[in-house]
């Protein structure tokens, strides 16, 4: 079988696997990692989504044998230490997740879009696509804002309304 050396959260491993195994389950049931969700298996509702080079993808459509030498971030991986990403804590602010089954995916792929674009816009974040069976998109939406403000330096309220630290935002 081979062998496939990637970094994950930070850490370097090495994983016997054959080269067609899909991402999520390597991370799931070699490594452990269970941020990332089995929901459909055919990248269509994304609670798999992790970070591979920064970049957003669908680790139940992405085999072992395409991160080879590269960087896997899941969710576990966002925070630094106790602080978290400024996303999960908009998510945590806002009150977002219902049953949270498929938050690990929104929040990963909400960080691949402030990634690149600092002030995203609703057809921004409607672009995203992750399914929530709950429905609470609004809330969705309304974190991925306030994390965005709270991102460039706005003081963001408990409505998830941003305010300049200095005053008003122009």
Known sequence: MPNYTFNVNGQS??????????????????LGITGPKYGCGVNVCKACTCLVDGQAVQTCATRVSAVQGKAVTTIEGLANGDTLHPVQQAWL??????????????????VDLLK???????????????ICRCGTYGRIRQAIKAAAA???????SERGDASSVMGSPT
């Open 93 to 110: 602010d806002i009150d977002v997740a219902q049953c949270g089954f498929c938050q690990p995916g929104q929040i990963m792929a909400a």
């Open 150 to 156: 709270r991102m460039s330096g706005y003081q963001v």
């Open 13 to 30: 491993v090495d994983v016997d696997a054959p080269a067609d195994l899909a991402l999520l389950w390597v991370l799931r049931d070699k």
């Open 116 to 130: 690149r674009t600092s002030n995203p816009t609703d057809a921004d974040i409607d672009a995203i696509e992750n």
